[in-house]
Every structure is written in C-alpha cells, then in structure tokens.
Nanobody
Framework: VQLQASGGGHVQPGGSLTLSCAMSGITLDGHAQAWFRQVPGKEREWVAV????????FYKDSVKGRFTMSRDYAKNAVHLQMNDLKPEDTAVYFC???????????????WGQGTLVTVSS
C-alpha cells in the first residue's frame, strides 16, 4: 500500500490550494480516508475525514465551509480543496487511510508523506 501526497506550497492569506493523495494497493470504498495536519511542536490533528461508504464527511470546526474533501475514483485518490486559507492553516498535511473511520491518528493504518502548506503574506 502506498499513499502519495502532493499539492502543498506557499499561498497568501485568502488564497486556495488543492492537496491530492494518490493511493495504490487499496480501494477508496473499502477504506476510510482522512487528512491530518501538524505544526512543529504540536500534536497531529485531524482536519477532514471520509467514511468508507456513503460516504459521510467530517470536518474540523475551524475548516468547515473552507475545506472540501472528495474522492477521485478515476485516479484512486482523495483531494482536499482548501479555500480562504489563513495563516493558522500553515502546517504539514498528511493523508491517511484505514479500515475504520475515526478522528485519532492511531485509527489509520496507512499514511502518506507530509506536504507543507504555508500561508503568509
């Protein structure tokens, strides 16, 4: 199983970025997917979660209305569209997948490498 995250970069406040996580070795409908982020010196926190089927979406309060997580079945990938970015969104973002859905990182078996998002003027 491999998860490959991409799309990070530098953006000014109010700008947009789309993160992608290409997944191989697992099926999107057979696993829950999530995005987490981590700031140096702080714990990794969940940002958005997609349940296995349905799928139900869950967003951290601070990103609701600004971030949208979606599945791309053609590419076997998940995306995180991030709009109206704020300096406090600056972090390394990680994609994750697992058999169960949850808000804690230990729920997820598979992780991509991080991709850095920097929001500053």
């Amino acid at each position: 199983v491999q998860l490959q995250a991409s799309g990070g970069g530098h953006v000014q406040p109010g700008g947009s970025l789309t993160l992608s996580c290409a997944m191989s070795g697992i099926t999107l409908d057979g696993h829950a997917q999530a995005w987490f982020r981590q700031v140096p010196g702080k714990e990794r926190e969940w940002v958005a979660v997609l349940s296995k089927s349905d799928p139900s979406k869950f967003y951290k309060d601070s990103v609701k209305g600004r971030f949208t997580m979606s599945r791309d079945y053609a590419k076997n990938a998940v995306h995180l569209q991030m709009n109206d970015l704020k300096p406090e969104d600056t972090a390394v973002y990680f994609c994750a997948a697992g058999r169960f859905v949850g808000l804690l990182e230990n729920v997820y078996e598979y992780w991509g490498q991080g991709t850095l998002v920097t929001v500053s003027s």
